[in-house]
């Protein structure tokens, strides 16, 4: 990529900053872990950290599945037992298939020199928790982004005892992975914070290591241009923003996600759907049918007949009546 390309691209996606973050968010508080990038869209902080997948990881433990996901769709929106997951949990058995396809993995050479897959090594150690997470493929993060949906609709419907309250969130919503618009969208809103990692951080053990994020309270957004590379939607990563000067650090660039490896890590974004559960109902004078069904009127009182009356003179009885 060329210095006045990067120049311009640089000058673009600041320009788009100022004004998307004067925007007023529509709900009290955006999605746990995420900023607000537009009304609709709000992405994480930081990349999945090895500590929110072991948590993934936990729940498949305690019987999460996707079967579940009909299921809690069907849940109240709002004052929720908090027992009421444990029994949707405990309803199913453990799927130990599911559990092992969830599982990150890395390749080690054996003596053979064939390339045998163990269970990643940042996954065994309470040292990597703060590491963004590696090793995945796209399977794993579909329905990581599909259990963090159920999770977070769990969690507003029992923190929300009244349907008020739980409209101060979003009522319909999907996590997911980000696409190439929105990412370049985020860099430009939050450029600032893009930093570097520091020389002291660099792990000093394993070479190819990507570093944990350190956090803290004042940074709205985290991205180190020479940690790891981000995967996005339809098998892109964006790269150069990395730790692996192959690609060259400072240097924006996409490449195609080939398998899981150690330089790529993701980040989800969660994205709030049309609300079609409360959506409001305009009330509308009732109409006439199309068929235009005649509307009976009511008949007026049938006048009495003037009788006459032998030996009576109808004219003095219509005088005295009037």
């Known amino acids: 990529m060329s210095t006045r390309y990067y120049i311009l691209l640089i000058i673009s996606l600041i320009a788009l900053s100022t004004s998307a973050k004067e ?41 999460y599945t996707p079967k579940l996901h009909d299921s809690i769709n069907k849940l109240p929106l709002f ?26 993995r890395t390749w080690q050479v054996v003596s053979s020199d064939k ?18 997470l590696v090793n995945i493929n796209y399977y794993q993060a579909f329905e990581y982004c599909k259990w963090r949906t159920d999770r977070v609709k769990m969690y507003y419907a029992v923190k929300s005892k009244t349907l008020k309250q739980r409209k101060k969130y979003p009522i319909n ?4 992975i980000v696409k190439r618009k929105e990412w370049e ?27 944990p994020y350190i956090p803290d309270r004042k940074k ?11 995967y996005l939607e339809n098998n892109i990563v964006a790269v150069g923003f990395n730790w692996n000067a192959k690609y060259g650090i400072g240097d924006i660039r996409y490449v195609k996600y080939i398998k899981p490896t150690d330089w790529v890590g993701f980040r989800s974004i969660c994205e709030v759907l049309k609300d079609t559960v409360n959506k409001p109902i305009a009330i509308v004078p009732t109409k006439a049918k199309e068929k235009k069904e005649k509307v009976k009127k009511p008949k007026p009182p049938k006048k ?19």
């Open 304 to 322: 009495k007949k003037e009788k006459n009356l032998k030996g009576i003179n109808n004219e003095g009885i219509k005088k005295r009546r009037k």
């Open 23 to 63: 925007k007023k968010p529509l709900f009290k508080k955006p999605p746990p872990g995420t900023v607000m990038i537009s009304d609709s869209l709000y992405i994480d902080k930081q990349p999945i950290r090895v500590i929110d997948y072991l948590e993934f990881l936990h729940d498949i433990r305690n019987s």
């Open 173 to 176: 919503f999907q996590y997911r």
């Open 79 to 104: 004052n929720l037992d908090p027992n009421i997951p444990n029994h949707l949990y405990d309803s199913l058995p453990m799927d130990s298939a599911f559990y092992d396809r969830m599982l990150t």
């Open 115 to 132: 390339k045998a897959y163990t269970v990643d090594y940042h996954l065994l150690s309470s040292r990597y928790y703060n590491y963004p």
């Open 185 to 211: 969208r985020t860099l430009s809103m939050y450029f600032e914070y893009v930093t570097t990692v520091s020389e002291r951080l660099k792990d000093l053990e394993v070479s190819n290591a990507a570093n």
């Open 220 to 230: 709205l957004f985290y991205y180190e241009s020479d940690n790891v590379g981000e």
